[in-house]
C-alpha cells in the first residue's frame, strides 16, 4: 500500500502472546491511519485472534510463518536452523525493504542476532548497541547499551553515544541531550579502564553534548538523557531498576491497606497517586531499539502487554517518519569521509 508505513511485528513472540500482541497490533491501526502492521506467524493462529476485534482491514497484512524460536534456544543456531520463524522472516523484510520495521517481543538473544546478521549493520558502525528508554523524574532517559554487547571498546561507546542522541533528538523529541558516562563517581579520573578510555574521547566529540560521569543513584533523577555504558552494566542497571520499581509499588500498597484510615486515604489520593506512577510505567514509552542496522529493529520485552505493543508500533512510526535510520547512516557517513581525507 502506497504512503504506508509497514511494520512487521512477531505475533507469537513474548509470554502474552498472540493475543496481547494482536490486541496491541489493533488498538495502533485504529490510531493512524498511515501505519500498515504486518503480523507474522503461524496463519490460523492470528486469524482466530483477529476475529475478536473490528479494525481497518486494509491496515492488517497477514505473514505466514510456521516456526517459533524460543528463549532457550541458542540464538545462532535457532536463527540459522529456523529459516521460516517470524523473527527470521520479518527480519528479512526489514532487509529486503518490504518492512520498514521489525517489533518482537521474543527471544532478545535471536532478536539482536537476526538484526545484525540478516538485517546488517550500517557502514561504519562497529556494533549496534540496545538502547532502552527508562522513566525518570524528569521523563525518561535513555540506557544504552543495555543487553547487545557485554564487552565495549572505547570507540564503540562513542558512537553509542552518537546514534543514542541522534534517537533522542528524532523520536523521543529531547533537543540537544546531555550524554553522561555511567561510573562509580563523577571525577574524570575515575572508573575502570573503558570509562577512562572514553571520557576524553567524548570531550572531543563534536556532535554530542558530553556533560561527563553519571552515578547509578543520579539515573531515576533524570541526571542524563543519556547513560552510556556497555551492556554488563546497562543490563544490571535495568534488571535492578525494574525490581526497585516493582518491589516499591508492592510496599507502597500494602502500606495503603493495613488499617481502615489508610484506606480512606488510598481512595482520596488514588488518582494523583495512578498519574504519578503511569509516568514511571516503562510500557509507556515503548521498546529498545538496535541502533545502526541497515532498518529498524525493535525488542519489547518479553512480559509485555497490549499497551507495551502499541506504543512500541507508534514509536517504531515516529522512527520511520523522522528518518532517523538516514540521519545515522548520513552521521557515519560523514565521519567515514572526514578519516578518508586525513
Same mark, same amino acid.
Do not use: W
Given at each position: 500500500?502506497?504512503?504506508?508505513?509497514?511494520?512487521?511485528?512477531?505475533?507469537?513472540?513474548?509470554?502474552?502472546?498472540?493475543?496481547?500482541?494482536?490486541?496491541?497490533?489493533?488498538?495502533?491501526?485504529?490510531?493512524?491511519?498511515?501505519?500498515?502492521?504486518?503480523?507474522?506467524?503461524?496463519?490460523?493462529?492470528?486469524?482466530?485472534?483477529?476475529?475478536?476485534?473490528?479494525?481497518?482491514?486494509?491496515?492488517?497484512?497477514?505473514?505466514?510463518?510456521?516456526?517459533?524460536?524460543?528463549?532457550?534456544?541458542?540464538?545462532?543456531?535457532?536463527?540459522?536452523?529456523?529459516?521460516?520463524?517470524?523473527?527470521?522472516?520479518?527480519?528479512?523484510?526489514?532487509?529486503?525493504?518490504?518492512?520498514?520495521?521489525?517489533?518482537?517481543?521474543?527471544?532478545?538473544?535471536?532478536?539482536?542476532?537476526? *538484526?545484525? %546478521?540478516?538485517?546488517?549493520? #550500517?557502514? +561504519? =558502525?562497529?556494533? !549496534?548497541?540496545? &538502547?532502552?528508554?527508562?522513566?525518570?523524574?524528569?521523563?525518561?532517559?535513555?540506557?544504552?547499551?543495555?543487553?547487545?554487547?557485554?564487552?565495549?571498546?572505547?570507540?564503540?561507546?562513542?558512537?553509542?553515544?552518537?546514534? *543514542?542522541? %541522534?534517537?533522542?533528538?528524532? #523520536?523521543? +523529541? =529531547?533537543?540537544? !541531550?546531555?550524554? &553522561?558516562?555511567?561510573?562509580?563517581?563523577?571525577?574524570?579520573?575515575?572508573?575502570?579502564?573503558?570509562?577512562?578510555?572514553?571520557?576524553?574521547?567524548?570531550?572531543?566529540?563534536?556532535?554530542?553534548?558530553?556533560?561527563?560521569?553519571?552515578?547509578?543513584?543520579?539515573?531515576?533523577? +533524570?541526571?542524563?538523557?543519556?547513560?552510556?555504558?556497555?551492556?554488563?552494566?546497562?543490563?544490571?542497571?535495568?534488571?535492578?531498576?525494574?525490581?526497585?520499581?516493582?518491589?516499591?509499588?508492592?510496599?507502597?500498597?500494602?502500606?495503603?491497606?493495613?488499617?481502615?484510615?489508610?484506606?480512606?486515604?488510598?481512595?482520596?489520593?488514588?488518582?494523583?497517586?495512578?498519574?504519578?506512577?503511569?509516568?514511571?510505567?516503562?510500557?509507556?514509552?515503548?521498546?529498545?531499539?538496535?541502533?545502526?542496522?541497515?532498518?529498524?529493529?525493535?525488542?519489547?520485552?518479553?512480559?509485555?502487554?497490549?499497551?507495551?505493543?502499541?506504543?512500541?508500533?507508534?514509536?517504531?512510526?515516529?522512527?520511520?517518519?523522522?528518518?532517523?535510520?538516514?540521519?545515522?547512516?548520513?552521521?557515519?557517513?560523514?565521519?567515514?569521509?572526514?578519516?578518508?581525507?586525513?
Amino acid at each position: 500500500m502506497e504512503n504506508k508505513i509497514r511494520i512487521a511485528v512477531d505475533a507469537v513472540g513474548g509470554d502474552h502472546a498472540p493475543a496481547e500482541v494482536v490486541k496491541g497490533a489493533v488498538e495502533a491501526v485504529k490510531r493512524y491511519p498511515d501505519i500498515q502492521v504486518i503480523l507474522v506467524g503461524p496463519g490460523e493462529l492470528i486469524e482466530e485472534e483477529l476475529k475478536k476485534y473490528e479494525y481497518p482491514e486494509e491496515q492488517m497484512v497477514l505473514q505466514p510463518a510456521s516456526e517459533i524460536i524460543s528463549t532457550e534456544e541458542a540464538p545462532v543456531a535457532a536463527i540459522r536452523d529456523k529459516q521460516d520463524s517470524s523473527i527470521v522472516v520479518a527480519s528479512k523484510m526489514v532487509k529486503e525493504k518490504k518492512a520498514d520495521a521489525f517489533v518482537s517481543a521474543g527471544s532478545t538473544g535471536a532478536v539482536l542476532t537476526a *538484526g545484525t %546478521l540478516i538485517v546488517g549493520r #550500517v557502514k +561504519g =558502525v562497529e556494533r !549496534p548497541p540496545l &538502547a532502552t528508554p527508562i522513566p525518570t523524574e524528569k521523563g525518561m532517559s535513555l540506557l544504552l547499551d543495555c543487553g547487545a554487547n557485554v564487552d565495549a571498546k572505547p570507540s564503540q561507546l562513542v558512537q553509542f553515544a552518537q546514534m *543514542g542522541s %541522534l534517537y533522542m533528538e528524532n #523520536v523521543m +523529541g =529531547v533537543k540537544n !541531550p546531555g550524554v &553522561a558516562i555511567l561510573n562509580i563517581g563523577v571525577e574524570e579520573e575515575k572508573g575502570n579502564a573503558l570509562t577512562k578510555a572514553t571520557y576524553p574521547l567524548l570531550k572531543e566529540c563534536r556532535n554530542i553534548r558530553f556533560v561527563g560521569n553519571i552515578e547509578a543513584r543520579e539515573i531515576p533523577a +533524570g541526571g542524563a538523557d543519556i547513560v552510556l555504558c556497555e551492556a554488563f552494566a546497562g543490563n544490571i542497571v535495568l534488571k535492578l531498576y525494574e525490581g526497585v520499581s516493582r518491589t516499591l509499588l508492592s510496599v507502597v500498597k500494602k502500606g495503603l491497606l493495613t488499617s481502615l484510615r489508610s484506606k480512606l486515604g488510598a481512595l482520596m489520593i488514588k488518582p494523583a497517586l495512578k498519574e504519578t506512577l503511569k509516568s514511571f510505567d516503562s510500557s509507556e514509552y515503548g521498546g529498545a531499539p538496535l541502533l545502526g542496522l541497515n532498518g529498524l529493529v525493535v525488542k519489547t520485552h518479553g512480559s509485555a502487554k497490549a499497551k507495551e505493543i502499541t506504543n512500541t508500533i507508534l514509536q517504531s512510526r515516529t522512527f520511520v517518519l523522522k528518518g532517523t535510520n538516514e540521519k545515522i547512516k548520513e552521521c557515519f557517513a560523514g565521519i567515514e569521509r572526514v578519516r578518508s581525507t586525513k
